[in-house]
């Protein structure tokens, strides 16, 4: 049963544009959310994040938005540059029951930049 | 500024052999686990380990043995090598129990034939 679901394997954009990875996941004990970014051969590393209490958090070019509702994120990249491109991990966490930085992982999805 | 470092890289075992992946940090983090990471599944908690002579199960804990003696090791014992245990594995840390960033090593590709 997979909590954290990441349904795009891939996503493919032009240099300078906008691009936007979604997540979705089932379970309503996890209230934080994070997004982490994979070069080949190298661990993944920690891009942005957001608690549930929040709907929007910004850094830089990239923006994570979370719908509580619709128990739905996703991640925003303005303006997308070659060097995004990556596999990108969604990752949930139960902060509030003492998570201990144990996390629950999406698929990935394969981000590639086009100059 | 090593941060985790896992050891070794690349790995070839025989079905039925046992090893060790190594894994060290060195940024006095209490909290540390092992993952495992699968084409179309992501990364798979496998065991976690709360401080020194502390650990428990992840999702995926079956084949795999952990100890903590020290903060800073964490190694990952497999006890007898199986071909579903191919598999690039993460160790990573976290500075708190509450806290929800970890920091992950570069990964050990291990080929199990």
């Known amino acids: 049963d997979q909590q954290v679901k990441q349904n795009s394997p891939s996503l493919s954009v032009q240099e300078g544009r906008i691009s936007i990875l979604n997540c979705d996941y089932t379970?309503?004990?996890?209230?934080?959310f994070l997004w982490y970014k994979k070069y080949p051969a190298e661990g993944p590393t920690f891009l942005i994040s957001i608690s549930s209490i929040k709907d929007k958090n910004e850094d830089g070019r990239f923006t994570v938005f979370l719908n509580k509702s619709a128990k739905h994120l996703s991640l925003h990249i303005v303006p997308s540059q070659p060097g995004d491109s990556a596999v990108y991990f969604c990752a949930a966490s139960a902060v509030g029951y003492t998570s201990y930085g144990k996390l629950t992982f999406g698929q990935g999805t394969i981000l590639t930049v086009h100059p | 500024n090593a941060g985790v470092t896992q050891t070794p890289k690349f790995q070839v075992l025989k079905t039925g052999q046992s090893m060790t992946l190594q894994c060290a940090q060195d940024m006095n983090h209490e909290y540390m686990s092992w993952y495992r990471q699968d084409p179309g599944m992501g990364l798979r908690l496998i065991h976690y380990s709360v401080g020194a002579g502390i650990t428990d199960q992840g999702e995926v804990p079956n084949g795999y043995n952990v100890s903590r003696s020290t903060t800073e090791d964490f190694p990952l014992r497999l006890l007898s090598a199986a071909p579903s245990q191919t598999s690039v594995y993460f160790c990573a840390s976290s500075p708190s129990s509450m806290a929800t960033e970890a920091f992950f090593g570069q990964g050990t590709r291990l080929t199990v034939v």
């Open positions: 379970n309503s004990m996890f209230d934080y």
